[in-house]
């Protein structure tokens, strides 16, 4: 039986937090990630630039030493707006190696759990496998930080209830080759909204940012070209739903689009394997006519091709676990302050629709935070969840579900066990 203080199940945005501060705290840590590298949604989803926060500095002492790795393989860029969380999601496997080889954690690649063995209210032990060999693992504490919340719903830990629609699924991918210099000149002219497009350099390399979507409620400087591109039968209505580009540290020519916004139905169950696997389908060849949309209608791209293709789907919410609390859209919008909060954040509640003007961007207005309780399942003393699967109500995930807040619930449920066991 191999014996070990924490065990991590899940190694994305919030589980590898978890397992490197535990082992960074001096915990014997284990964690168990199903693909072959750690962080989830920033290196197989290619989800970047870590969205930007007010986290005071609460629990992110990962995230910091995070940005510290990445500048060592030249995988970081602090922004013009002084965002520091643009990161290469290609070099961040290399950081994040590094980082957990550093603290000592032990890591299980291409492993699943399979079973599970409980006592009263404790989880005493899993059974993992990897191909054709099964391990036994003791641990004295477990963290849940599997996006989809597999692992607590294998223990029949109480689940929160969905709401009839859903958030949709994204699936981004990268472009090479661009003339970033004949881009960025034409995308300022077109766009002087600097709060929607923006370019600077960074370490004499053009980085830019700008976006697009079908939506009424905002003057979209891009919106005449996505209308012309229909028009001419270029792109259907549902490609021009979500449009929104950044540049990549470390690669120069180089774009990474937060889209295409999955429309294949209303509602896309993301745990239904059989309509997960249509909307991949669907968004792969959404990806080809944003690709020749671009190569086509924006100047800069007549040399460039498709470099990557996420090979995640980018789930904005699936499951969420039931806490010891639950946390409201009126806890974040109320402010209220906790002595001992796991994470200090004001980005807005976030919600994509799948319906024209039907997504939500609301302001909180004051900070939040999170109370710990909000990390420790209902139903077992040594099992704490942290990531997207939060014990939170629907809207209250949708503000909590960007990677800094993820990454300080992954730290702050390592330091409550170190607390516990010291």
């Not at 750690?38 to 940005?67: H, R, W």
């Not at 080759?177 to 370490?203: A, G, H, P, Q, Y």
């Not at 099992?383 to 619930?409: H, K, N, P, T, W």
Request: with cysteine.
């Amino acid at each position: 039986m191999n014996r070990y203080d924490l065990t991590v199940c899940g190694g994305g945005t919030a589980g590898v937090a978890a397992a490197y501060i535990g082992a960074k705290y001096g915990l014997k840590t284990l964690v168990i990630e199903k693909r072959i590298h750690l962080g989830g949604t920033m290196t197989s989803a290619l989800v970047m630039p870590v969205m930007k926060s007010n986290t005071q500095n609460i629990n992110c002492e990962f995230y910091n030493d995070f940005i510290d790795e990445l500048k060592k393989f030249n995988g970081q860029i602090t922004y013009c707006d002084g965002n520091r969380g643009w990161f290469n999601p290609e070099l961040s496997k290399l950081a994040l190696d590094s980082m957990l080889e550093r603290v000592n954690c032990d890591i299980l690649y291409n492993t699943e759990i399979v079973d599970a063995f409980t006592e009263d209210r404790l989880v005493k032990s899993i059974c993992v496998s990897s191909k054709m060999l099964s391990l036994y693992i003791d641990s004295l504490y477990f963290v849940d930080a599997t996006g989809d919340g597999n692992f607590s719903q294998a223990l029949k830990n109480n689940m929160l209830k969905n709401p009839k629609s859903r958030q949709p699924m994204t699936l981004r991918f990268q472009v090479s080759n661009i003339d970033m210099k004949t881009f960025s000149d034409w995308l300022l002219k077109i766009d002087t909204d600097r709060n929607v497009t923006t370019v600077c350099e960074v370490n004499g390399e053009i980085h830019l940012s700008t976006a697009c979507t079908w939506d009424n409620n905002k003057h979209w400087a891009l919106k005449s070209i996505f209308d012309e591109a229909v028009k001419n039968g270029d792109l259907t209505i549902s490609d021009t739903a979500y449009f929104q580009i950044f540049s990549i540290p470390g690669m120069p020519g180089s774009i990474s689009l937060n889209c295409p916004r999955i429309q294949l139905d209303k509602d896309i169950d993301p745990l239904d394997a059989f309509a997960r696997s249509k909307a991949l389908t669907l968004a792969r060849k959404q990806i080809w006519h944003l690709y020749c949309f671009l190569k086509k209608y924006f100047p800069g791209f007549e040399h460039s091709y498709i470099s990557n293709m996420a090979d995640m789907v980018g789930v904005r919410e699936s499951r969420r676990v039931e806490g010891q609390k639950i946390y409201t859209k009126e806890d974040i919008l109320s402010g209220k302050k906790y002595d001992n909060p796991v994470l200090h954040a004001d980005y807005p509640i976030d919600i994509h629709s799948y319906n024209k003007d039907g997504s939500t961007l609301q302001s909180t207005r004051v900070d939040y935070e999170l109370p710990m309780e909000c990390l420790k399942a209902s139903g077992f003393d040594n099992l704490y969840i942290a990531g997207r699967i939060v014990s939170a109500d629907f809207e209250a995930q949708a503000a909590l579900r960007i990677q800094s807040s993820c990454f300080s619930m992954g730290e702050a449920a390592a330091k409550d066990i170190y607390k516990r066991l010291r």
